[in-house]
């Protein structure tokens, strides 16, 4: 079985910063696309972030310029780097990965994180 494990939420004032980060583990043969989502109370789950197998990231437009996602292949890990936090940006965020779970059908899974509570206080 595959999991993805996340850390690094918490409670942070506006304007500061945290690193969410997201480590995939188990029975795979290699991991897609990963990305970073959010939900906050009352409200539908909306992608945050999301990079490709080569690195190229995409972003909400309400986190551009502020948010940076990265990988590190080599650990199967996913960061996403929050900088100048608001109010609004409080959520669970939850990681999410494409893994390849069957080599010889390319069969691929859909992967979520535990989620990690993200609170900004202004």
């Known amino acids: 079985q595959v999991q993805l494990v996340e850390s690094g939420g918490g409670l942070v004032q506006a304007g500061g910063s945290l690193r969410l980060s997201c480590a995939a583990s188990?029975?795979?043969?290699?991991?897609?696309?990963m990305g970073w989502y959010r939900q906050a109370p009352g409200e539908q789950r909306e992608l945050v972030a999301a990079i490709t197998s080569g690195g190229k990231p995409n972003y909400a437009d309400s986190v551009k310029g502020r948010f940076t996602i990265s990988r590190d292949n080599a650990k199967n890990t996913v960061y996403l780097q929050m900088k100048s936090l608001k109010p609004e940006d409080t959520a669970v965020y939850y990681c999410?990965?494409?893994?390849?779970?069957?080599?010889?059908?390319?069969?691929?899974?859909?992967?979520w994180g535990q989620g990690s509570l993200v609170t900004v206080s202004s």
């Open positions: 999410k990965a494409e893994v390849l779970i069957h080599y010889a059908t390319g069969r691929y899974s859909e992967v």
């Open positions: 188990g029975k795979f043969f290699g991991i897609n696309a």
